[in-house]
């Protein structure tokens, strides 16, 4: 359906230095639409620093749409 939500969720989240959550959301959004191109730079942009493993999966976490 829409992963723009999702998206824009991942983005505030980013801003706010909740880098976690905010891989989580832009997960979820690329989960809806794999090919969602501004989301996977967002991500590899706030994905994991040197020295910081991810833990995130989205199978673990419930993306409801």
Known sequence: DNP?????LGLALSRQ???RDALLALEC??????DFSAARR???RV???????SETHVAGV???Y
């Not at 959004?29 to 794999?34: K, T």
């Not at 994905?47 to 910081?52: A, D």
């Open 17 to 19: 230095g909740l880098s």
């Open 29 to 34: 959004s690329l989960a809806i639409a794999p």
């Open 62 to 64: 419930s993306c409801r």
């Open 47 to 53: 994905g994991p620093r040197q020295g910081e493993q």
């Open 42 to 44: 967002e991500l590899e």
């Open 4 to 8: 723009e939500p999702w998206y824009l």
